[in-house]
């Protein structure tokens, strides 16, 4: 399996953090993804895929949820970093891998909804110029953030170079699937589908497999029955038979599925 979104830096991690990593490694997650936030994940992230050269992978973006008074100085650091850690030169451990974690939130406030559009349109023109791809959270924002991703696809600021990623935490209708999913999209599939009261597993019925990725969003929405726990790549295992029940295949064919999917969104080395 390929965790494509853990918050691997995260404090939740701190205290056994190798240890984790290596109980992931020796349980046959072959991969994880660690998407930034904000300026000040650079370091902690590249830190530990420095440690972990060839198992974890970075990425780094503004979320929106970061997006403050300050918004503009961070992306000027963080695109400084981007263009450090992309290219030939770098290794395998500094190489990163896509843009993200970015997109709209408007769950918390309003306040900064143009800060957030600008930020967003801005890291979508970086990933393009960068031939990177991008994992987007959108957060009671559907509308907003489909506009401003189809307009970065029918105005490409790289003539030909179409914009690719992942639709991070998708919960949304079938019909919401169904427009990622003809912008050449791919969702992101965590322990939401386990959860009682999710419908997701019906949204999810016209959703091919070859557009799926899983995903932790670790250390947060642990699956059940670890629900409220500590999330960890190896519990994507429960995502995993939850999708074999809706596909009627074998959990072993989810996994080979979706992790050729994240090597081909990420371009990472096959295992």
């Known amino acids: 399996m390929i965790d494509s ?8 991690y701190e205290q056994d953090r190798d240890e984790m990593l290596q109980r992931q490694k020796d349980g046959g997650i072959e991969a994880i993804v660690i998407p930034g936030v904000n300026a000040r994940s650079i370091d902690g992230i590249f830190a530990i895929c420095r440690r972990w050269r060839g198992f974890c992978y970075p ?22 970093a981007m263009l450090g850690h992309t290219g030939d ?6 190489r990163i891998v896509a843009i993200g974690e970015i997109g709209l939130d408007y769950h918390y406030t309003r306040d900064y909804d143009e800060a957030q559009h600008e930020a967003f ?3 979508l023109r970086w990933a393009q110029e960068l031939d990177l791809p991008v994992i987007i959270h959108s957060r009671d924002a559907t ?5 401003i991703v189809r307009e970065a696809i029918v105005n490409p600021s790289i003539i030909n170079r179409p914009l690719r990623g992942v639709i991070h935490c998708f919960s949304g209708s079938a019909e919401v699937a169904q427009e990622w999913l003809k912008m050449g999209m791919y969702l992101g599939i965590g322990g939401v589908l386990t959860f009682k009261n999710s419908r997701l597993a019906e949204n999810l019925a016209h ?17 059940t029955p670890h629900r409220g726990e500590r999330n960890e790549p190896l519990l994507m295992q429960f995502v995993v038979m939850r999708l074999a029940e809706i596909y009627n295949c074998t959990p072993e ?3 080979e599925v979706t992790s050729a999917n994240s090597r081909n969104l990420f371009r990472l080395p096959t295992f």
Do not use: K, M
């Open 59 to 80: 990425v780094l973006g503004l979320h929106p949820q970061d997006v403050a008074d300050d918004w503009q100085e961070q992306l000027r650091i963080l695109h400084e």
């Open 207 to 223: 959703v091919p497999p070859e557009r799926i990725l899983l995903e932790t969003d670790g250390p947060y929405l642990a699956p």
């Open 121 to 123: 349109r801005t890291q």
């Open 253 to 255: 064919e989810v996994i």
């Open 89 to 94: 030169d770098p290794d395998i451990g500094e």
């Open 143 to 147: 509308a907003d953030c489909l506009s």
């Open 5 to 12: 979104h853990c918050h691997i830096d995260e404090e939740a």
